[in-house]
């Protein structure tokens, strides 16, 4: 079963940028869809930092709420993948 949610991040007390750690919780295959909740912070998701797994080796920046990056929870390696 496919279940796709919608979240914004924001940055912890407002601050300018901010890079969560890990994302709590998950069931496998739940996908998520993020963006930013303000277009003036910057909320950069990190390359294999908890349990964020994301392809190609790189960060992601979620700098304005149009741009947005979709995780898929593996049950098998308990991580969030970019798809």
Known sequence: ??????ASLDTEGAAATDNPATI?????????????????RDVTINYNTGNIFL???VDVMLGTSNV??????????????ET
């Open 1 to 6: 079963m496919l279940r796709r949610r919608g």
């Open 24 to 40: 709590k919780g998950g069931t496998d295959g739940q996908v998520m869809v993020f963006t930013t909740t303000s277009d003036a």
């Open 55 to 57: 392809k190609g080796g």
């Open 68 to 81: 947005t990056i979709t995780l898929i929870f593996s049950s098998s390696v308990t991580k969030w993948l």
